[in-house]
């Protein structure tokens, strides 16, 4: 596709449960971001891909919160045992690592937990 | 204090008028600086990507950046009720990880 592809668009969710979010990123950008959006504030950075390195994960805001990126493009995020303040909207973006800042975001996915 | 200070508005203005947009940093690692743009539910889209101190211009849009005073903005000319949205700006280092603002929610009424 020609952007940033994220599913599911919106999740509802238990308490308790765990919920996988996906990315599929522009074709050729080695560089894959994780944010998440809360309401009415700024972007939270999570965690960050850059090709074959490994993951920077300092965003993370806890061990309920992982993510892997396979074969270098698609990303899942994955949050286990889900809490009520983990509802926000979770962004996927990605780069051409060589332009510093330069971001394609998908349009998120939007996580309730009730 | 926060790396990056963004006031969230909301800022409302009528259509044609000049908007001015702001943010503050604290670090002065801080060597790319970017504006997005968020419609409503939406993913965030850059509007205006810079390097250095100083002005560059795109269309209706002016990024402005000065770094000794660690403040940059973005102006908009003759604004537009399609220009309702909010603008964040983001600023990053070596790091290539941006740090965003909490953005600033603009509404250009007819």
């Known amino acids: 596709g020609a952007g940033v592809s994220q599913s599911p668009s919106n999740k509802v969710t238990e308490k308790g449960k765990d919920v996988e979010l996906r990315c599929d990123p522009i074709s050729g950008h080695t560089a894959l971001y994780w944010y998440r959006q809360s309401l009415g504030q700024g972007l939270e950075f999570l965690i960050y891909?850059?090709?074959?390195?490994?993951?920077?994960k300092s965003g993370l805001p806890s061990d309920r919160f992982s993510a892997e990126r396979t074969g270098g493009s698609v990303s899942t995020l994955t949050i286990q045992r889900t809490q009520q303040e983990d509802s926000a909207v979770y962004l996927c973006?990605?780069?051409?690592?060589?332009?510093?800042?330069?971001?394609?975001f998908g349009e998120g996915s939007r996580l309730t937990v009730l | 204090q926060k790396e990056v200070e963004q006031d969230p508005g909301p800022l409302s203005v009528p259509e044609g008028a000049i908007v001015s947009l702001n943010c503050t940093y604290s670090n002065s690692a801080f060597q790319y600086f970017m504006w997005y743009r968020q419609y409503s539910r939406k993913g965030p889209e850059l509007l205006m990507y810079t390097y250095s101190s100083g002005n560059k211009e795109d269309g209706r849009f002016t990024a402005q950046v000065d770094k000794s005073s660690k403040y940059i903005s973005l102006f908009i000319r003759d604004s537009q009720p399609s220009d309702s949205a909010t603008y964040l700006c983001?600023?990053?280092?070596?790091?290539?990880?941006?740090?965003f603002g909490r953005g600033t929610s603009l509404i250009v009424h007819p």
């Open positions: 983001a600023l990053s280092g070596g790091s290539y990880i941006p740090t």
């Open positions: 891909f850059q090709g074959n390195s490994a993951p920077d």
């Open positions: 973006a990605s780069s051409l690592a060589r332009v510093a800042g330069e971001l394609f």
